[in-house]
């Protein structure tokens, strides 16, 4: 891998602890990290990495990613946050680092409805682009209408909403289309009074504080829902609320999150969620699938 030549890069990091930039507070370093200017900063990089080999992993909040003890290879990104932009009565554009929260109660300043819902995401608009992400009745495949982004090449696309294969936490950015990078989405609103816009974020938001773990480190749901069941109430039945591995401890308050409760590493996280996956299976015949998204080696190669 020629990556030599990203230490011109102005502002870029090297062997960044990626703890810093996840929720989570777990993580190894980075090989390269830095905070792009823009998407044609960003473009300019994934061409240059593309050609020398070396791997572009971008990161957004780091609210849904394990990035695992030995840390990220060759160059991690960030998008800069950014706000919304009202292209027309009802079409804003959100740039792929811009955070959910922030976008619903910009919204709600602005008297826009349709995305109170991101008051409960705490994460970027480009990953809740790629992971479905929804909450309280809503997804995102439900508001987007396109969206922008650059492919491992660094050349721009633009999907419509049809096109993405949308499905339950899911999309083609994380199959066939993994590994482009959203930089911009356009989102449905209507218009509403600010009050009412605002009294429906407040109202998901105080649901949010009193089911969820909030005021801990987490990822949120770590599996996903089984067919007509909740992976919570499965984990709950099981016994597992309180179990605990090293640092990582399925939480007392929602079973479905694992918190780091002091201490965590990636590896404990993963024998927890082992110990959970293989107990409900054994209890309910029922596999579990993992929300979140892992990142990186689980241990940092000599001489890498
Ligand atoms: C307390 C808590 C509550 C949560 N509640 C919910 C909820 O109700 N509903 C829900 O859906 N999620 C929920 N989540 C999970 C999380 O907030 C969402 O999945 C969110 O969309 C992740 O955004 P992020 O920027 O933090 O992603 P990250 O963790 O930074 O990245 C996730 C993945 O997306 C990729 N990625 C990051 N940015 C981009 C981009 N611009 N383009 C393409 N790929 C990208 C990363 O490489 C990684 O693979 C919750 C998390 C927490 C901590």
């Known amino acids: 891998m020629d990556d030599g030549w990203l230490a011109e890069e102005p502002g870029i990091r090297r062997e960044e602890p990626l703890d810093r930039h996840s929720e989570y507070g777990i993580g190894g370093p980075a090989d390269w990290y830095l905070r792009v200017?823009?998407?044609?900063?960003?473009?300019?990089?994934?061409?240059?990495?593309?050609?020398?080999?070396?791997?572009?992993?971008?990161?957004?909040?780091?609210?849904?990613?394990?990035?695992?003890?030995?840390?990220?290879?060759?160059?991690?990104?960030?998008?800069?946050?950014?706000?919304?932009?009202?292209?027309?009565?009802?079409?804003?554009?959100?740039?792929?680092?811009?955070?959910?929260?922030?976008?619903?109660?910009?919204?709600?300043?602005?008297?826009?409805?349709?995305?109170?819902?991101?008051?409960?995401?705490?994460?970027t608009c480009g990953a809740s682009v790629r992971g479905n992400a929804g909450a309280f009745g809503t997804e995102i495949k439900d508001v987007l209408v396109d969206c922008d982004t650059l492919?491992?090449?660094?050349?721009?696309?633009?999907?419509?909403?049809?096109?993405?294969?949308?499905?339950?936490?899911?999309?083609?950015?994380?199959?066939?289309?993994?590994?482009?990078?959203?930089?911009?989405?356009?989102?449905?609103?209507?218009?509403?009074?600010?009050?009412?816009?605002?009294?429906?974020?407040?109202?998901?938001?105080?649901?949010?504080?009193?089911?969820?773990?909030?005021?801990?480190?987490?990822?949120?749901?770590?599996?996903?829902?089984?067919?007509?069941?909740?992976?919570?109430?499965?984990?709950?039945?099981?016994g597992l609320k309180g179990a605990r591995v090293g640092g990582a401890e399925v939480s007392l308050r929602h079973a479905n999150f694992v918190i780091n409760a002091g201490g965590a590493s990636a590896a404990d996280v993963l024998a927890l969620c082992d110990l959970i996956q293989r107990t409900v299976a054994e209890q309910f015949g029922v596999h579990l699938v993992p929300e979140i998204a892992v990142l990186g080696d689980p241990v940092r190669r000599i001489g890498s």
Not at 56 to 66: D, F, H, M
Not at 106 to 118: P, R, S, W
Not at 227 to 235: F, N, S, T
């Open 37 to 123: 200017r823009d998407a044609a900063h960003l473009a300019g990089l994934m061409r240059r990495c593309h050609e020398a080999g070396v791997p572009v992993t971008v990161i957004g909040a780091g609210s849904n990613s394990l990035v695992l003890d030995g840390g990220i290879r060759g160059l991690v990104v960030e998008l800069p946050r950014g706000r919304l932009r009202r292209l027309s009565d009802d079409v804003i554009e959100l740039p792929g680092g811009a955070m959910m929260p922030r976008a619903a109660l910009d919204c709600a300043a602005q008297g826009l409805g349709g995305l109170e819902f991101g008051i409960g995401v705490p994460g």
């Open 151 to 238: 492919a491992p090449d660094g050349s721009e696309h633009t999907f419509g909403a049809a096109e993405l294969g949308f499905a339950y936490r899911d999309s083609r950015l994380k199959r066939d289309l993994a590994g482009h990078v959203v930089v911009a989405a356009r989102l449905r609103v209507h218009e509403d009074l600010p009050l009412a816009v605002r009294a429906l974020t407040d109202a998901i938001q105080a649901e949010r504080r009193a089911t969820q773990p909030y005021d801990q480190r987490s990822l949120g749901s770590m599996f996903t829902n089984p067919p007509g069941d909740h992976a919570g109430r499965l984990i709950d039945a099981a």
